[in-house]
């Protein structure tokens, strides 16, 4: 049974180190550790069988080329045993001739969710874990989206924000509203009043640095 190493006290939160963990999954036993020096896309499911979800990894694996190009890895969770995992993949390969390439970790426990904040020991069930992680090289999280059971992650949007959290990493740059590769990023703001000149865009400035 997975057990967390390294529990936090509050949920995850952005600039965080994720919390490590070893459990089985349906490539074998991994720790999120593993994945040190790429990125890594870490998103959890309430329950195997479930229709949104299924299209979300039918959509992820047929994506999983463009993460790859991008050196990130895909990491799928759910609080459903190993055994249903491999009988969810199994149906999927029968059902729409897709192979789920990536592991997909069992929490039957819900450590994993907890050590995340996906869930806490408030929670009814399991219908909160429909969270996302963009976890860095280096473990740290950049960015997490929290989608409701009922309506399904875009993975173009993913792959949009996975892109613009590389394109500004360790960097000054800011990626604006929709922003795409090849689109002009922002200044930050003057840090003095000194910094601030009369031009009125100031505070929001566009420049191109592809």
Do not use: K
Request: proline fraction near 9%; charge should be negative.
């Amino acid at each position: 049974m997975p057990e967390p190493t390294e529990a936090p006290i509050r949920p995850v939160r952005i600039g965080d180190r994720a919390p490590n963990f070893r459990a089985r999954t349906t490539l074998g036993d991994c720790a999120l550790s593993d994945y040190r020096g790429r990125w890594l896309l870490f998103f959890s499911h309430p329950a195997d069988f479930t229709p949104v979800c299924t299209t979300e990894f039918l959509a992820l694996s047929r994506a999983a080329d463009r993460f790859a190009a991008l050196n990130c890895a895909l990491l799928g969770l759910s609080v459903d045993s190993l055994y249903a995992h491999l009988a969810w993949v199994r149906a999927i390969r029968q059902a729409f001739d897709t192979e789920i390439a990536f592991p997909i970790v069992e929490d039957p426990s819900m450590a994993i969710g907890r050590a995340f904040g996906m869930i806490d020991d408030r929670s009814a069930d399991s219908m909160a874990m429909r969270s996302t992680f963009f976890i860095d090289p280096s473990g740290i999280v950049r960015a997490i989206t929290c989608y409701p059971h009922n309506v399904g992650r875009s993975v173009d949007e993913m792959i949009r924000l996975l892109q613009a959290l590389q394109h500004v990493s360790a960097s000054d740059r800011l990626a604006p509203e929709g922003w795409q590769p090849g689109d002009p990023t922002l200044a930050p703001p003057p840090a003095t009043a000194e910094g601030a000149d009369d031009e009125p865009d100031w505070f929001c400035r566009y420049r191109n640095d592809r």
